[in-house]
């Protein structure tokens, strides 16, 4: 996302266009390179020519089993307001939802469905598109992707996308989107029947699991 939008500006600056607007819809710490892309970031739908998504939306939810959590009311209003105006939205990660320290968050991705519901035009960056490990290879300068794990979290995003391009996967069960689904065992124990029932219902399966990224 970053190369692609860096790219559009670098073409509307020799054609002595204008800055390109966006306006930032959610949060990631340490993620907000909007402006070293050299977009110009503003406030409003009025003043953009895109909206640009980031990480999470809103507060998490600490409950253990806390249900999916959905885009509320103001945010809804900005993307009626934001497709009426045509303009894209831009996603720089596909899930729906994200664990972070335990508490479950709405992930930018769940706004695509809706957005594309009001009638608006979104890209999406990230997992499980091959362009994403592809960019991912080049940067670390390794041709085969059989000589590369991926240490993920969600079956739908990392799991799903890795194997697609021939990359062996180890999904991390003991934290992250699917812990509350996969520890249901005594004393919170991993269940392999509960992955099973998972990997059925994503359609997709691990090549190995760990409890915790570490070593």
């Known amino acids: 996302a970053f190369g692609h939008l860096s790219a559009e500006v670098a073409r509307r600056r020799a054609g002595g266009g204008d800055a390109l607007r966006c306006l930032i ?18 406030a409003s739908v009025d003043e953009a020519d895109l909206l640009l998504g980031f990480g999470v939306l809103g507060e ?16 809804r209003r900005l993307l009626r307001t934001a497709a009426r105006s045509g303009l894209p939205l831009i996603l720089t990660n596909a899930d729906t939802s994200v664990r972070i320290a335990g508490a479950l968050h709405l992930g930018i991705g769940a706004l695509a469905p809706l957005y594309q519901s009001l009638g608006g035009t979104v890209r999406i960056y990230g997992k499980p598109g091959a362009d994403m490990f592809a960019a991912a290879l080049d940067a670390v300068g390794v041709a085969d992707p059989g000589h590369v794990v991926m240490i993920g979290d ?46 059925r219902r994503a359609r997709v399966m691990p090549h190995h699991v760990m409890e915790a990224m570490q070593w």
């Open 25 to 42: 819809v959610g949060t990631q710490p340490g993620g907000d390179w909007a402006r070293e892309a050299g977009l110009r970031c503003v």
């Open 60 to 75: 998490g939810d600490p409950r253990p089993g806390a249900p999916a959590p959905a885009p509320d009311i103001a945010v």
């Open 154 to 199: 969600t079956l739908a995003t990392d799991i799903a996308g890795a194997r697609d391009v021939g990359i062996v996967t180890v999904l991390v069960t003991g934290a992250g989107s699917h812990a509350d689904e996969l520890h249901v065992g005594v004393g919170g124990t991993f269940c392999a029947e509960a992955l099973a029932r998972l990997a």
